[in-house]
């Protein structure tokens, strides 16, 4: 999950990876983790929509889509559930400082290219 949190999750996939069943995995990973592979999915995408905030000049919608939510309503308030703070406002508190803002173009090329219209995958 850490190493492809922008794709979709496939929890049996990855509960057969483990070697579990997807319900001892779930039940298993939150024991370890506090929170289940969702959740800590979910986390971690938000983790990364805050860095691309603070240093990208990409819009919201454009960062909530490389950091792998489909729904911008949902990647704005799990967004202001960890932070508390909006994706918009974030951004306002914190750009700035530190480092000049990456070109959007090359924030997305990095991110694995740009969507192609005709198929939405990268191209």
């Avoid at 729904?71 to 967004?79: D, P, Q, V, Y």
Wanted: hydrophobic share 35%.
């Amino acid at each position: 999950m850490d190493r492809d949190w922008a794709g979709p999750l496939d929890l049996d996939a990855v509960a057969a990876h483990a070697g579990y069943s997807r319900f001892h995995f779930v039940r298993a990973f939150k024991t370890v983790y506090g929170e289940t592979p969702g959740q800590y999915l979910s986390r971690r995408r938000i983790e990364r929509a805050e860095e691309l905030l603070r240093s990208a000049d990409l819009s919201v919608t454009e960062i909530c889509s490389l950091v792998g939510f489909s729904s911008l309503g949902t990647f704005s308030a799990r967004f202001k559930k960890q932070t508390g703070l909006s994706p918009s406002a974030y951004r306002t508190k914190h750009v700035g400082r530190g480092a000049a803002l990456i070109p959007g173009c090359y924030a997305l090329l990095w991110a694995g290219g740009f969507p192609n219209r005709n198929s939405g995958e990268a191209g």
